[in-house]
């Protein structure tokens, strides 16, 4: 039997801009929504701490470049959430009361396809991106795969969980492509949430870092930075 919850849907598509008299919320609504019955390899969680996401920002707005979003959708893709039932078939691992980050992104995972052959889900065609192509974070609960969910390391809060999937992609930028050093200066152009993780990133990886802004920034966001 489905259960009806809460979720924060995206529906609209109409462009919103400063001063148009449309109100941000035009496009958005809390709805209720079905938890259907689970299929192979599914779980259900319940969602803890969700971050808002520029792209989430964008796709509300009704920014063009966001058109391919699905509607209507529970957006979210940042966020922690805690296993609560496990479907038919085989989850490895994974148990009821584990509480997890999930993969924003899952390819096919066909043998034959040549981005998750080698891992590279985020360059699969068929990908699925929590939030986008399917119910995310922003909904009470949510239904995912098993393979998507990746336990919280010992230490790390639930608050801090709907931090890893942005900070990873710092991680990946600066870590495994930059190869940052002690001593190195280091430039982070543009002074948002992604921006300032970098600098901590950078600074923690020993070297001298200056952050920029444009002149919008230099009141607030440089301030803090």
């Known amino acids: 039997m489905s259960k009806s919850i809460k979720g924060f849907c995206l529906h609209g598509r109409e462009k919103i801009l400063p001063n148009s008299g449309i109100t941000v919320t035009s496009n958005t609504s809390v709805v209720a929504m079905q938890i259907p019955e689970l299929k192979e390899g599914e779980i259900l969680a319940r969602t803890l ?61 066909d043998e034959d396809c040549p981005a998750c052959s080698v891992a590279k889900w985020n360059l699969c065609p068929s990908k699925q991106i929590i939030g986008f192509h399917r119910n995310g974070g922003f909904g009470q609960q949510v239904i995912l795969e098993s393979d998507r969910v ?16 942005p900070l990873s992609v710092i991680v990946n930028a600066l870590h495994n492509k930059c190869n940052i050093k002690p001593g190195q200066d280091v430039v982070v152009t543009g002074c948002g949430i992604i921006g300032l993780m970098s600098a901590e990133l950078a600074r923690a990886a020993g070297a001298r870092v200056a952050v920029t802004g444009i002149e919008h920034d230099v009141n607030i966001r440089l301030k803090k930075a």
Not at 93 to 103: C, E, R, S
């Open 49 to 109: 701490y969700t971050g808002i996401c520029g792209s989430d920002n964008s796709a509300a707005l009704g920014k063009p470049n966001f058109d391919w979003v699905e509607r209507p959708r529970i957006i979210g893709h940042e966020f922690s959430a805690e296993v609560l039932e496990l479907g038919p078939g085989d989850h490895g691992d994974v148990k009821v009361g584990d509480v997890f980050t999930p993969l924003a992104m899952l390819g096919c995972q």
């Open 150 to 165: 990746v336990p919280l390391m010992e230490g790390l809060t639930r608050e801090q969980g709907a931090l890893v999937e």
